[in-house]
C-alpha cells in the first residue's frame, strides 16, 4: 500500500514538473500514458518506477542547472574581491579593529558580542572582548594574542572582502607571512597610546618587521591607521596623530612604498568604532576631514589579473571531506568544474570535482579568489602546503636551485652573508630550509648595475645576486614573468635576514 501511495506521489511530482516545462499547459495526449501505466501497476511496479525515474531526469536536469548557473554567476560579475591582511606590533588592535569591522558591517549579532563582552570581563579583560569575534581559540583568548591566521568576510556597496588577521608577536611572524602572502590590501594598525607605538616602531619592534615583509610579499597598497585614538593619554590629539605620521613616511619610502600613492593614513578607535563604518563627528575630532576605514578600503584600486592566463594557486592547506580539499588563492587564470590539473612538482594529474568560494559553491572561479577545491585523483597525503595546483598545458616550474637577487636587511650579531650561508626561505605558501651555494656578484646601489671585482661576503644593506638551493623541489617563477610567485624572504633564528626576488630558473 506504502509503496503504491509512492508511486502515485512521484508520478504526480514528474507531472508538475512537465507542467511547468510546458509554461504549466498539460497536453492531454501526454496525460494518457501515465494513466495507462498507473493502471498496469500490478505487472511490474519496480520497472515502471525506473522507466519514469529515467524518462523524468534529464528535464529535472536541464531545468536545474542554468537557474543555479545565474544565480552562482550574479554575484561574481557584480563584486570585486580583495584580501585585506592586518599587520602590525602585537597589541596595536588588529584584531579588535577586524572584529569591529565585522560587527558593524552586520556579521556578528549583538548577542554574540555581549557573550563575549562577559567572558572577556570574567577573564578581567573587559577592552578584549571585539578581539574574540577574530581569535577564536582558546589559547589565543587566554593570552590575548593572536597566533594563527584569523579568516572573516564582509561586503561592502562595491567589494567583498576577506580579512586576513596577522599575529603580532615576533614568535608567530611566519605564520604573518603565510597571511601577507594572500593579501592585495595591508592595513597596518599603530597604536597610539603613549609608549606603545614607540616600542612598536623601535628597532625589534613588529611595525618594521610588518612593513619590510608586506613590501616583500606583494602588498602593494597599504592603508596605515592610528589605532586608540580615543585614549586618554591621546584625546584624539592632532599633534600625536602627526608625529606618528612624520616618524613613519622616511620609513615607509625606505621600505619601497610610494607614500603619495599607495599609503594612507587615517585615524580611528578600533574599541569604540569610530571612523570605521562611518566618519567621525567634528565633535570629537575636529581637524580630520578624510574618508573612514570603509571608504578608504572601498577606494582601493584592485591589482591587474589575468583570468585568461596559466592556472596558478599554491595550496595553504588541505584536508579530507568527501574526497581531498585544497586551499588557496588562484593567482591567475580561471577554473571549472571539471577541468583537469596538475598538483606540482609531483605531476599528479586530478581533476576539478567542486568548488567553493567561502560557503557558496561555484561552477567557475577567477583570479584573486580564495578557493576550496574539491580534487579526484590524489590522496591528502601527498600534498603538502607550498605545491602549486597548475594548468596542465603550462605547468609551474619545480626546481632545487634558483638564482634571486637579495637586500641584506640585517643579519644576525657578527654573522657575515657568504657562500655555505644557510637560512629558512619563504616564498609564496613554501617554507623551506635553504643555503647560498655562490655569490655571483654584487649590485652597485647608485648605478643599480654589477660591481665588476668578484664578490666573496656581504654585510648589511648589501644588494647581491646569488644562486639559492633547497633540498625539495620548489614550485616557483622567474618576478619578472610572475611577481606573486617570484618573491621570497630569508630568516634566520626567528629574524627577516634579507628580501629578494627570483632572476633565474
Not at 605620521?245 to 600613492?261: A, I, T
Not at 588562484?330 to 568544474?337: D, L, T
Not at 603550462?394 to 654573522?415: H, M, R, S, Y
Not at 614573468?481 to 635576514?497: A, C, I, M, S, Y
Request: proline share 5%; glycine share 8%; with cysteine.
Amino acid at each position: 500500500m506504502v509503496l503504491y501511495l509512492f508511486i502515485i506521489i512521484f508520478l504526480s511530482d514528474i507531472g508538475c514538473d512537465i507542467a511547468e516545462d510546458n509554461n504549466g499547459v498539460v497536453n492531454p495526449e501526454d496525460g494518457k500514458p501515465e494513466v495507462e501505466k498507473s493502471d498496469k501497476m500490478d505487472e511490474d511496479p519496480k520497472q515502471e518506477v525506473q522507466v519514469q525515474a529515467v524518462e523524468a531526469e534529464p528535464k529535472v536536469k536541464d531545468k536545474e542547472i542554468p537557474s543555479v548557473q545565474e544565480e552562482e554567476e550574479e554575484p561574481e560579475m557584480k563584486k570585486r574581491h580583495l584580501n585585506v591582511v592586518f599587520i602590525g606590533h602585537v597589541d596595536a588592535g588588529k584584531s579588535t579593529t577586524g572584529g569591529q569591522i565585522l560587527f558593524l558591517s552586520g556579521q556578528v549579532d549583538e548577542r554574540t558580542i555581549q557573550k563575549y563582552e562577559k567572558e572577556a570581563k570574567d577573564k578581567s579583560r573587559e577592552s578584549w572582548y571585539m578581539a574574540y569575534i577574530m581569535d577564536t581559540n582558546e589559547e589565543e583568548r587566554v593570552k590575548g594574542k593572536t597566533v594563527e591566521v584569523g579568516r572573516a568576510h564582509f561586503e561592502t556597496e562595491t567589494t567583498r572582502f576577506t580579512i586576513l588577521d596577522a599575529p603580532g608577536h615576533k614568535s608567530y611572524v611566519p605564520n604573518m607571512i603565510s597571511g601577507a602572502s594572500q593579501a592585495d590590501i595591508g592595513v597596518l594598525v599603530i597604536s597610539a597610546r603613549k609608549g606603545e607605538f614607540e616600542t612598536g616602531y623601535e628597532r625589534g619592534g613588529q611595525t618594521r618587521e610588518h612593513v619590510q615583509l608586506a613590501k616583500t610579499l606583494g602588498v602593494a597598497k597599504l592603508l596605515v591607521v592610528v589605532n586608540k585614538m580615543d585614549e586618554p593619554t591621546v584625546q584624539w590629539s592632532k599633534e600625536r596623530y602627526d608625529e606618528i605620521e612624520s616618524k613613519m613616511v622616511p620609513f615607509l619610502k625606505q621600505s619601497g612604498y610610494n607614500v603619495k600613492k599607495d599609503v594612507l593614513f587615517l585615524p580611528i578607535s578600533g574599541l569604540m568604532g569610530t571612523n570605521i563604518k562611518t566618519r567621525v563627528d567634528k565633535s570629537v575630532c575636529p581637524w580630520w576631514n578624510g574618508p573612514c576605514l570603509f571608504e578608504a578600503l572601498d577606494a582601493v584600486e584592485v591589482p591587474p589579473r589575468d583570468p585568461k592566463g596559466p592556472f596558478r594557486m599554491p595550496i595553504i592547506d588541505k584536508f579530507k571531506d568527501m574526497g581531498t580539499v585544497v586551499m588557496g588563492k588562484v593567482e591567475s587564470g580561471s577554473v571549472r568544474e571539471g577541468d583537469s590539473l596538475l598538483v606540482m612538482p609531483n605531476k599528479d594529474q586530478v581533476k576539478v570535482v567542486a568548488i567553493f568560494i567561502d560557503e557558496d559553491r561555484v561552477k567557475r572561479a577567477g583570479p584573486g579568489e580564495n578557493l576550496r577545491i574539491r580534487l579526484s585523483g590524489v590522496e591528502e597525503e601527498d600534498i603538502v602546503s607550498g605545491f602549486v595546483l597548475s594548468s596542465v598545458a603550462k605547468p609551474v616550474p619545480a626546481v632545487t636551485e634558483f638564482v634571486g637577487q637579495l637586500v641584506i636587511l640585517e643579519l644576525l650579531d657578527n654573522a657575515i652573508f657568504t657562500a655555505g650561508y644557510k637560512a629558512v626561505l619563504h616564498i609564496h605558501s613554501v617554507v623551506e630550509e635553504c643555503e647560498i651555494v655562490e655569490l655571483l656578484q654584487q649590485i652597485d646601489q647608485k648605478t643599480k648595475k654589477p660591481m665588476k671585482k668578484k664578490v666573496l661576503f656581504v654585510k648589511n644593506g648589501a644588494v647581491v645576486v646569488c644562486r639559492v638551493q633547497v633540498n625539495n623541489s620548489i614550485c616557483i617563477e622567474n618576478f619578472s614573468d610572475f611577481p606573486q610567485l617570484g618573491r621570497f624572504t630569508l630568516r634566520t633564528e626567528g629574524k627577516t635576514v634579507a628580501i629578494g626576488k627570483v632572476t633565474g630558473l
